[in-house]
């Protein structure tokens, strides 16, 4: 069997058998999956032989970039050594307390305890527990309530999405679940109109107070929020947003959660997104490049304030999982962690890949197609409009994405497309040249979006 029959194959096996996330099957199964074959450094290669500079780091997550032996390395001699073993019934490996230890030596100060988990949305889930567990042993359970905001994202278990606020995710599972409500996002480009960036941010913070006072501020437990909403669209707060939030939290004793699933591990530049914009959570989620992606993991850092409640009044907490602090899975995240510090990874991102996208990037907002272009550290979001003035969004919102999303990969390079918003979030490891040559061909992909559009009758 030629390479072209194999591939034809897998796809066939693929149509019949494959029920893939957040996919239309049908389309998939009359379209063909595209078929990733391996990865290298920050470049992935498809069944078709076409090579592509992964501009999304496969979902957020592959920070040191693919083709890392030394971690594929460390897995088999742990493999080799305990394959697994469980953390219930007072039991531990090494590479779970080693890497507990090194999280603890990352993380700001509060965070000297972690619980783990196998993803970002066990630890939404996690967090969930942990937050009203707090306030059961403080004496104060009536204080149940989560708020989280509109089009946030904290994953897809009941939980998960009940918390993020995907309204169309919403409508598929009769969510969300009692006990969460949502305050809108701080998305100036769409929402922002008339007030200045500052004065947006102090608005859409303030939501936070009015629902608190709404539902009444003892049955409030906590607000979750991450630091740049990924999924939602790289939508960036306004610098007094952040600010105004610590503040709220503070002045009515409610916990704040930073969910740093994507955010983590030196995305914006520095380790954790909350040191970005300069907040102090009670809870941080993480997961994804925790392990650059390489195995599944994750895990919840639980600041002094609820670890000295929980192991002094709590006794057993009943939560956890099969796979919670998997041996191979701590050595490859352990690992990984060492990669980024010793190659500097953080300040990388900080002092020189981070500028020079957001510099380059910068320039994509002189295309006619692009309304705003933003970023921070190495994400980015380009905003797709119809018209820049008057502001004009593409009706229906979303197909100019998927166009764009799809002309991309024509012209060798990964973006995601959320609605019209094309977002990029590419490895850690991304060098100068490599960050040209992302920009190079998101210009060429607007070009070729443009030209469709036109001759298709939407401009």
């Not at 094309?422 to 850690?428: E, G, H, N, Q, V």
């Not at 490599?434 to 920009?439: A, K, M, N, S």
Request: net charge negative; hydrophobic share 40%.
């Amino acid at each position: 069997m030629n390479e072209q029959e194999q591939f034809r194959r897998w796809q066939q096996l693929d149509a019949a058998h494959f029920l893939h996330p957040f996919s239309d099957t049908k389309q998939i199964g009359e379209r063909g999956t595209r078929i990733i074959t391996r990865g290298e450094g920050v470049y992935l290669y498809d069944g078709e032989g076409r090579k592509l500079l992964d501009g999304m780091s496969g979902l957020w997550c592959v920070a040191v970039g693919y083709g890392r032996s030394e971690l594929a390395d460390v897995a088999a001699r742990q493999m080799n050594e305990l394959p697994y073993y469980n953390s219930f019934f007072q039991c531990a490996t090494p590479p779970a307390i080693e890497l507990a230890a090194k999280l603890a030596e990352v993380t700001p100060p509060q965070f000297q305890h972690v619980f783990f988990t196998g993803s970002g949305s066990e630890s939404v889930d996690t967090v969930i527990r942990l937050a009203r567990r707090y306030w059961q042993l403080e004496g104060q359970p009536e204080r149940n309530i989560i708020i989280g905001r509109w089009n946030g994202y904290h994953g897809s278990t009941i939980a998960g999405a009940s918390l993020g606020g995907m309204k169309w995710m919403h409508e598929q599972g009769l969510l969300p679940m009692p006990g969460v409500e949502h305050i809108n996002q701080p998305y100036w480009f769409e929402r922002g109109a008339g007030l200045t960036p500052e004065e947006f941010g102090l608005r859409a913070a303030r939501e936070l107070e009015q629902c608190i006072l709404t539902m009444g501020p003892e049955r409030v437990a906590a607000f979750i929020g991450e630091p740049v909403q990924g999924a939602g669209g790289v939508i960036i707060p306004p610098a007094s947003y952040w600010p105004e939030i610590q503040r709220i939290c503070d002045q009515y004793g409610i916990l704040l959660i930073s969910d740093e699933v994507i955010c983590g591990f030196g995305r914006t530049g520095q380790w954790f997104g909350c040191e970005h914009f300069g907040t102090r959570p009670d809870l941080m989620t993480m997961a994804k490049a925790l392990s650059s992606g390489y195995l599944p993991i994750g895990g919840v850092m639980v600041g002094d304030r609820v670890a000295s409640t929980l192991i002094a009044k709590g006794g057993e907490f009943a939560h956890g999982f099969t796979y919670s602090a998997h041996p191979v899975c701590s050595a490859v995240a352990l690992a990984n962690l060492q990669i980024i510090q010793r190659e500097n990874l953080v300040e990388h991102v900080r002092d020189t890949a981070g500028p020079r996208l957001q510099q380059r990037w910068a320039e994509l907002a002189a295309h006619p197609l692009v309304g705003e272009a933003r970023g921070v550290g190495l994400l980015g979001a380009l905003e797709l409009v119809k018209a820049k003035e008057p502001r004009t969004f593409f009706e229906p919102r979303g197909k100019v994405g998927e166009r764009c999303r799809d002309n991309a990969i024509a012209n060798g390079l990964v973006m995601r497309a959320t609605r019209d918003t094309m977002i990029i979030a590419p490895p850690l490891v991304i060098t100068a040249a490599e960050i040209d040559e992302l920009v190079e061909k998101a210009w060429r992909t607007l070009d070729m979006t443009l030209a469709g559009l036109k001759q298709d009758g939407w401009l």
